[in-house]
């Protein structure tokens, strides 16, 4: 029986392999993305621990990207699920946790990054690009100083005298005000 | 040497290409620094069974991993042991994982190249039905909490 909340049921991705599915990726019933990970292989009682992260899209890219460790990303993640299942991996037993009911003792290496690999690409490729936004695109609020910048000097002179990329930014921020 | 355990309960030859080897190196994660029996069980001893039955898939969950170890491959290898621990949950009894360097002796099993991509001294042993886990001629035990101790 799957859980509609956690267990992924489309774009299944291993992203770290050693005898088990160590990292994996994908999208759950829901269509949301989920991040799970073999927290424990319980040889002496046959059972498999882990953990499964539902997790926004940027978060899921910024880790791909490798611009977050996978300890970054539980921090991040909407909502954690534990698992316990048998070695053929049908669930024992589940539990919803917060970040903060964690061991900090428990948690991934602060080193820990997803493994740059085919497979971490293509899942990459799969996830939908959005438009640069006011609030959530750095590169865009590095040069929003500049455009401030540009905009004061040039108050006084024609619009279109401001060089093109400035515009497309100036257009990108003033749609994003408008959005928020 | 003689393989009727492993091929008991199946019609698959898994044995195919391979051959023994007790001169070269070879390196396997074990889950503490004492070698157990359970360090050296298969997916199928373990009672899993693979989610499709052809043979490639059934030889594959028979077979245990192990990796060449050599001045070329070594790095790799920790590596690739290094990145899955730190992904891991890091409680107490994970951070006991070790990186065993071994020979195997006579008699104990055939070994077969079964590179990936990204694990390209990667073989699976397949056990003889003389196999014992005293007969490990042990060279090495790394200890792989110091790459993955948490900062806390």
Redesign the interface.
Known sequence: MLNPRYDIVNNYTVLHFDEWDILFAGRNANNEWIVGSLAYDDDENNVLHHYYLVVSEKSITHFLKREISYRALFQQAMTIFKTLRDINENLLEEQELSFQEISKKSLPSEKGFCPKSDEQEELLQRIPKRKMTFSNNWQVFKHSDIIQVEIQKKREVSFKKIKLLEKVLIVEISISINDV | MTFDSLHADTDCDCLGEAFEDTEQIFAR?I?KPNLRI??F?S?WE????PSENICTEICKYKGI?VNYWDDLTQQQVID??V????????????VKDCILIFRFKSKMGSLKYSP???DSSHYTFFKSDTFDIQDIEIIDTIELKDY?????
């Not at chain 2, 990145?83 to 994970?94: A, H, M, P, V």
């Not at chain 2, 993955?148 to 806390?152: E, N, Q, S, T, W």
């Open positions: 994660k889950s359970a360090d069980y997916h373990r009672n899993k069974k991993s690739k042991y990145n899955g621990l730190r992904l891991i949950d890091l409680s107490t009894q994970i990936t991509k990204l993955v101790k948490p900062k806390i």
